[in-house]
């Protein structure tokens, strides 16, 4: 089945430094890959997307492009700032109509702390 | 602009208890799903439904049912709690466009059993 591998956390930076969160996957079909961001107390929500190979999603200053020769779809900002603190989740959603179902499968989840 | 909104927040249960988790959204979304998030483990998918009348098993269903009788509701009931479910519970949302749009998130139900 599809499986999605994320570097294991936490992850403690200062602010201003550059940030690279690891994702791999696994896909039997072609999926559609996102990154979403969780603050605490509150649900998930999408950071940025990509769709097909090649792709580059981008929101908020942060960058993942899709990389299907590696299967990758590394999570990348330039600067980091406080309020980036926050768990990210990778994650994978097949693009086969007849396995869809709005359904998705995510990474265990990376927690990212920004000090001052 | 509600989206996904799910009650109650939290709830503590005794063992063997019954209790329904509340899902309702308001963007005429045909998919919802609900998944559980347990420490170190991401986001397990429990049940989906792919539109009124129709629901599904997902990874881990077992000790949990579902219904879906309108596109905007979709209850998760919990049959006898135990310790294990102790859990944090989110429903999701989605658009059908072939697997191109995000879940849409509720902000979770923080749920003991004791």
């Known amino acids: 089945g599809d499986s999605v591998t994320q570097m294991e956390g936490p992850v403690t930076l200062s602010e201003e430094a550059f940030l690279t969160i690891n994702c791999t996957y696994t896909a039997t079909g072609y999926p559609s890959l996102f990154w979403y961001v969780q603050y605490p107390g509150e649900g998930l929500q999408l950071l940025l997307k990509a769709t097909k190979a090649d792709d580059k999603g981008s929101n908020k200053g942060f960058e993942a492009t899709y990389r299907k020769e590696t299967t990758s779809f590394h999570l990348e900002k330039g600067s980091v700032q406080v309020s980036d603190s926050a768990v990210y989740f990778c994650a994978l959603s097949d693009q086969r109509a007849y396995t869809n179902a709005g359904k998705s499968t995510f990474g265990d989840g990376t927690t990212l702390t920004v000090k001052p | 602009n509600a989206g996904v909104t799910q009650t109650p927040k939290f709830q503590v249960l005794k063992t063997g208890q019954s209790m329904t988790l509340q899902c309702a959204q308001d963007m005429n979304h045909e998919y919802m799903s609900w998944y559980r998030q347990d420490p170190g483990m991401g986001l397990r998918l429990i049940h989906y439904?792919?539109?009124?009348?129709?629901?599904d098993q997902g990874e881990v269903p077992n000790g949990y049912n579902v219904s879906r009788s309108t596109t905007e509701d979709f209850p998760l009931r919990l049959l006898s709690a135990a310790p294990s479910q102790t859990s944090v519970y989110f429903c999701?949302?989605?658009?059908?466009?072939?697997?191109?749009?995000?879940?849409?998130f509720g902000d979770g139900t923080r749920l003991s059993i004791l």
């Open positions: 999701a949302s989605s658009r059908d466009d072939g697997g191109n749009q995000p879940q849409h």
């Open positions: 439904s792919v539109g009124a009348g129709i629901t």
